[in-house]
């Protein structure tokens, strides 16, 4: 069965400190991988997704296929990266819903 | 531009009574229309998805039904709401990229 683990559901750093939330995903065919953000007071929202691969506030995210794993990174950490983070799975673009991790919950601190 | 409406944003029921959450799109035709639930410690989870007008996928079975009577229009309903129907309901469409969320619907059952 497709799946998205998130190992830690609460991550603290220091602000400037880098950051790397984990994320591995169980899927035996061509994966599209998504990271999605919800920030206090606000809806769930896009943040990057994998074919893209661009820099979205800073982070990345590389596919890892040997290791089935698409770990969001940031260099430097600001508090404004506080957030609630998933990471999602899509079978294949267009109708195939997506398969969410549990989330893992980002405190900068400052 | 597209924009997703879902209400009400909190609802109290008590146990036994029935359940009709609304989720509207406007702005695009022929969405997927997707309902999730996010339960504390157990991420986002699927409930039913729909490609079309009267086609509805469930992907967990539970005391809860969806309806799409207009192509824009997403419903999540019960008979008879159970202590365990509590949690934070999440509406979402898509159309060829990817997810975007409502802002929420948080369901206590007393």
């Known amino acids: 069965a497709q799946r998205v683990t998130q190992p830690e559901k609460l991550l603290s750093v220091f602000k400037g400190a880098p950051v790397e939330l984990k994320c591995n995903y169980s899927?035996?065919?061509?994966?599209?991988l998504f990271w999605y953000v919800q920030y206090s007071r606000q809806r769930l929202q896009l943040l990057l997704r994998?074919?893209s691969r661009e820099s979205i506030k800073g982070f990345t995210a590389d596919l890892n296929k040997g290791e089935t794993s698409f770990h969001l990174k940031k260099p430097f950490a600001q508090e404004e990266d506080s957030a609630m983070y998933y990471c999602?799975?899509?079978?294949?673009?267009?109708?195939?819903?997506?398969?969410f991790g549990k989330g893992t919950r980002l405190s900068v601190i400052a | 531009s597209q924009t997703i409406h879902q209400w009400p944003a909190t609802l109290v029921q008590p146990v036994g009574s029935p359940l009709s959450l609304e989720c509207t799109v406007e702005?695009?035709?022929?969405?997927?229309l997707y309902w999730y639930r996010q339960a504390a410690g157990r991420g986002l989870q699927l409930l039913f998805y729909?490609?079309?007008?009267?086609?509805i996928s469930s992907e967990v079975p539970q005391n809860l039904s969806a309806s799409r009577p207009q192509d824009r229009q997403f419903i999540l309903s019960s008979k008879k709401l159970l202590l365990s129907d509590s949690g934070f309901y999440l509406c979402?469409?898509?159309?060829?990229?990817?997810?975007?969320f409502g802002n929420g619907t948080r369901l206590t059952v007393t």
């Open positions: 899927y035996s065919g061509s994966p599209e």
């Open positions: 729909s490609v079309g007008i009267g086609q």
């Open positions: 979402a469409w898509s159309g060829i990229g990817p997810l975007h």
């Open positions: 999602a799975l899509a079978l294949n673009s267009g109708n195939t819903p997506l398969v």
């Open positions: 702005g695009t035709s022929n969405p997927n």
């Open positions: 994998h074919i």
